[in-house]
């Protein structure tokens, strides 16, 4: 008889909770969002754009003028060697100048790629901020489950592409970027070993 209640009781409790397993979700409500293409075509990330792409034309520029530079003094020292009017310490002078200049320039350039990199993380960062409370709100006024990029879907039909109403937010939100990102982060001086 214990038996028979417990048998009842969980088929009770399977019948009663049936119904909150047959439920079903509300369908997913989702857009896309093309942020490639919202960003290149962005008053703010054309401008950036423009801005970045003067700036490593002039990197490249010097990058060539410094070849051009410590090519010639590679010349001069060669044919000093050949012809034997550069010898013993004045040689060795001139190449260690020139090995010096030659660091000297590869510093420079691996600085201007690093300033040029932290540019454009920073325009990206700036963009990034202003498009959240835009896909909030669009999530937000169109009662979607979900906006996805839309790289991640293989396929959409038009009408599910929320990125013109994305642009057209973010120049309105965002209408420039600074170029200029914050000094990066001082670094502690090393202790020396004692």
Do not use: C, W
Not at 4 to 28: C, E, K, Y
Not at 33 to 56: H, I, M, N, P, Y
Not at 95 to 124: P, T
């Amino acid at each position: 008889m214990l038996n028979r209640s417990i048998t009842g009781a969980i088929a009770a409790t399977m019948l009663l909770s049936t119904p909150v397993l047959a439920q079903r979700l509300p369908p997913a409500i989702v857009m896309v969002v093309d942020l490639d293409d919202v960003v290149a075509k962005s008053t703010a990330g054309q401008a950036a754009t423009r801005e970045l792409q003067a700036r490593a034309e002039t990197l490249r520029r010097r990058g060539a003028d410094l070849q051009t530079q410590l090519q010639a003094e590679a010349n001069a020292i060669r044919t000093g060697q050949s012809n034997n009017s550069l010898t013993g310490p004045a040689l060795e002078s001139r190449i260690s100048a020139f090995e010096a200049r030659q660091q000297a320039g590869e510093g420079e350039m691996e600085r201007g790629q690093q300033d040029l990199q932290r540019s454009q993380a920073f325009v990206s960062q700036q963009i990034q901020v202003a498009l959240k409370p835009i896909y909030a709100a669009i999530l937000r006024e169109r009662g979607l489950s979900i906006l996805l990029p839309a790289g991640a879907v293989e396929q959409h039909t038009a009408s599910l592409d929320a990125s013109a109403d994305v642009l057209a937010r973010l120049n309105a939100a965002l209408p420039n970027v600074s170029t200029t990102p914050p000094p990066p982060p001082a670094q502690a001086p090393a202790v020396p070993a004692q």
